[in-house]
């Protein structure tokens, strides 16, 4: 679950960390029926693209039961009142950690499994492509398939980790293959 929390103040006094901070809570938060007891905030104070001067862009990962959210989403009015409720209850934590923060909030935006799964079609509403292992972080899966010529494989079900990162490195390594097999020098070019 991905909750975007827009804010109308600066938080100069966070340095940038690719991590983010992490919340441990003291009264663990309920979402879905899942004890939540630490959040995690990335405050995007760093990207000036990512909020308007004077605001920022907040936003925290929360691990989730895809089943949960599913069989919630038959009951649209369910499904928005947890989806509320979660907000308010991250709103809650992120007061909690930056007192006044609450009353400065102007925009929550919440993302279950279930947007993610209609928007992009993913397998259970995966953002990511597979979970990354000590013994696979480092495997590279082919990207072409025996018996299906021109037929090549790119994005975050190719690479260990996925996202956009592993989607895009892909991309690169299929154009860099269909090059090769055109007898092409594979060249690029910066903006």
């Known amino acids: 679950m991905f909750v975007g929390v827009g804010v109308d103040r600066e938080f100069p006094e966070i340095p940038f960390s690719s991590s983010g901070i992490s919340v441990?809570?003291?009264?663990?938060?309920?979402?879905?029926?899942?004890?939540?007891?630490?959040?995690g905030f990335r405050i995007h104070n760093?990207?000036?693209?990512m909020a308007p001067p004077g605001k920022t862009a907040i936003t925290s990962m929360i691990p989730v039961d895809y089943d949960y959210w599913n069989e919630l989403a038959r009951d649209r009015t369910a499904y928005e009142a947890e989806k509320k409720a979660v907000a308010d209850s991250v709103v809650k934590v992120l007061e909690s950690r930056f007192p006044?923060?609450?009353?400065?909030?102007?925009?929550?935006?919440?993302?279950?499994?279930?947007?993610?799964e209609r928007y992009t079609g993913n397998w259970r509403g995966s953002f990511e492509g597979w979970?990354?292992?000590?013994?696979?972080?480092?495997?590279?899966?082919p990207k072409t398939l025996p018996g299906l010529r021109g037929f090549y494989l790119a994005?975050?079900?190719?690479?260990?980790?996925?996202?956009?990162?592993?989607?895009?490195?892909?991309?690169?390594?299929?154009?860099?293959?269909?090059?090769?097999?055109?007898?092409?020098?594979?060249?690029?070019?910066?903006?």
């Not at 006044?100 to 947007?115: K, L, S």
């Not at 979970?131 to 899966?141: C, F, I, R, V, Y």
């Not at 269909?178 to 020098?185: A, I, L, S, Y």
């Open 131 to 141: 979970q990354p292992t000590p013994a696979t972080l480092t495997l590279e899966m």
């Open 46 to 49: 760093y990207d000036p693209t």
């Open 100 to 116: 006044g923060a609450a009353d400065r909030v102007e925009v929550v935006d919440v993302a279950t499994p279930i947007t993610f």
């Open 155 to 191: 994005g975050q079900w190719v690479a260990p980790g996925g996202g956009l990162p592993s989607g895009v490195m892909t991309g690169r390594q299929v154009t860099q293959l269909v090059c090769h097999e055109d007898g092409r020098k594979f060249r690029t070019t910066l903006p």
């Open 24 to 39: 441990g809570l003291e009264q663990p938060l309920q979402v879905g029926g899942q004890a939540i007891n630490r959040l």
